[in-house]
């Protein structure tokens, strides 16, 4: 199918695009890599009246460090964070996410913060985000900037805490220390495709003990899901080398499928996802130890 009809506006400032989308919030769409909005707009499951494309807005792309912060760009393309350099525990996450985002040509052109603010529960970035307790910093002409911690920026499956009028400008991350084991493990049917279940690890060690852990899961709710009890069973404990067969990644695992409320469709039904969340969990920590 062809897309509705609509108005086509590229603004070349941020204060051109912010009065842009106050002028009507409701009907206008931004248009970033256009990755998921056109294929949407294609199939008429979104009809704005105005795109309106950002990508000759200056200053929205490309990382910076702000102190013990990473500040990525809201149209930072997914293959610039695949390219990024750095042997840090965070660098060495995000590229491994970044490996598994669709195909080379959706990579080219698709954004971070498109990613973020289409807000499927299965998409890399979006676990990323909210693994790390990121901070998205959003503009809009009426209100300014503001901060939205990613713990209460997704709503639900393609519903974010942004209001219409505003832009997601940026969003800042956490750097890890060495201390940390980073991990990011997903099943997919075929390569390139949204993940069935995805899970991603940071763990905090000190002599061999775990201080701090943070797991998050994709696919099994309508937003990414924390497993604070895979989280308690982690902390406190000490690590194998040889984690995969571990009974603490079994502990783990167990304790995170025994929390999550998996839906059935027709990628899988609740056990099947259950079984890949456990699968996933010990993949992800692993990596995070063979490191
Ligand atoms: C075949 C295929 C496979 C894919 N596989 C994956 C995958 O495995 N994992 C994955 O994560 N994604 C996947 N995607 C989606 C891809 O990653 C998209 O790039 C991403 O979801 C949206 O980014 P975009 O820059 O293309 O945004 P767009 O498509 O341009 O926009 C998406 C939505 O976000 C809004 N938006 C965009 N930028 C902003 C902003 N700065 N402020 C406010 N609103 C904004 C738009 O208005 C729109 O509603 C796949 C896509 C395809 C076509």
Redesign the pocket.
């Known amino acids: 199918m062809k897309p509705s009809s609509f108005e086509y506006v590229r603004p070349e400032s941020l204060a051109e695009t912010l009065d842009l989308l106050h002028q009507d919030p409701e009907e206008s769409?931004?248009?970033?890599?256009?990755?998921?909005?056109?294929?949407?707009m294609n199939f008429r499951l979104?009809r704005p009246s105005r795109l309106i494309d950002?990508n000759r807005v200056p200053g929205?792309a490309g990382t910076r460090v702000e102190g013990d912060r990473l500040v990525i760009g809201?149209?930072t393309r997914?293959l610039a964070v695949q390219n990024m350099s750095g042997a840090d525990p965070l660098a060495r996450l995000l590229r491994s996410a970044a490996a598994?985002?669709?195909?080379l040509p959706?990579?080219t052109?698709?954004?971070f913060?498109?990613?973020l603010?289409?807000s499927?529960a299965?998409?890399?970035?979006?676990l990323i985000a909210r693994l790390l307790d990121a901070t998205m910093v959003?503009e809009s002409r009426a209100r300014g900037r503001r901060e939205i911690p990613a713990a209460d920026f997704f709503l639900s499956i393609f519903t974010t805490a942004?209001e219409p009028d505003?832009?997601?400008?940026e969003v800042s991350l956490p750097r890890l220390g060495d201390e940390h084991r980073t991990g990011f493990a997903e099943f997919?049917r075929r390569a390139?495709?949204?993940?069935i279940v995805a899970v991603t690890t940071d763990l905090a060690v000190e002599k061999g003990v775990v201080t701090h852990a943070r797991v998050c899961i994709g696919g099994v709710a309508d937003t990414p899901f924390r497993s604070g009890a895979a989280e308690a069973t982690l902390v406190g404990q000490r690590l194998d080398d040889d984690i995969a067969t571990s009974p603490l990644a079994r502990a783990a695992a167990e304790a995170a499928a025994s929390e999550v409320d998996p839906p059935s469709d027709a990628h899988g039904d609740a056990p099947y996802r259950r079984d890949l969340v456990r699968a996933m969990l010990t993949s992800s920590l692993a990596q995070g130890v063979a490191r």
Request: hydrophobic residues 45%; aromatic residues 4%.
């Open positions: 769409k931004v248009l970033a890599g256009g990755q998921s909005l056109v294929p949407m979104a950002i929205l809201t149209r997914h598994h985002v669709g195909h959706i990579r052109r698709g954004t913060g498109g990613s603010a289409h499927d299965a998409s890399e970035w979006c959003v942004m505003e832009l997601l400008v997919a390139g495709d949204f993940a």
